[in-house]
């Protein structure tokens, strides 16, 4: 059974900084596209930032500049450094990634349970 498990929220100033981590566990043959989405209150979920297994990058708009994300494939786990935190940072934010199983040809999605990220005086 494959899990994504987040770690990092919390609540923090404006200009802050927070890291959140997403760890995969179960049995997992690779893992192709790693990401971050984030929901906030009232609005759609967006995609923060995705960082594909050779360790190309795609950033949101709002969030170039101000975070990093990365990834460590021998541990499946990736990472938002988030820096110059914002108020309209705030959010559940989740993790994503597309997954080969054992036995299977294809890649299955697979979401965290997300984590919140308050930014707030």
């Known amino acids: 059974q494959v899990q994504l498990v987040e770690s990092g929220g919390g609540v923090v100033q404006p200009g802050g900084s927070l890291r959140l981590s997403c760890a995969a566990s179960g049995t997992i043959s690779g893992i192709n596209v790693m990401g971050w989405y984030r929901r906030a209150p009232g609005k759609e979920r967006e995609l923060v930032a995705h960082?594909?297994?050779?360790?190309?990058?795609n950033y949101a708009d709002s969030v170039k500049g101000r975070f990093t994300i990365s990834r460590d494939n021998a541990k499946n786990t990736v990472y938002l450094q988030m820096n110059s935190l914002k108020p309209e940072d705030t959010a559940v934010y989740y993790c994503?990634?597309?997954?080969?199983?054992?036995?299977?040809?294809?890649?299955?999605?697979?979401w965290g349970q997300g984590t919140q990220v308050t930014v707030s005086t």
């Open positions: 994503n990634a597309d997954i080969l199983l054992p036995g299977t040809y294809y890649y299955t999605d697979y």
């Open positions: 960082i594909i297994r050779g360790g190309g990058t």
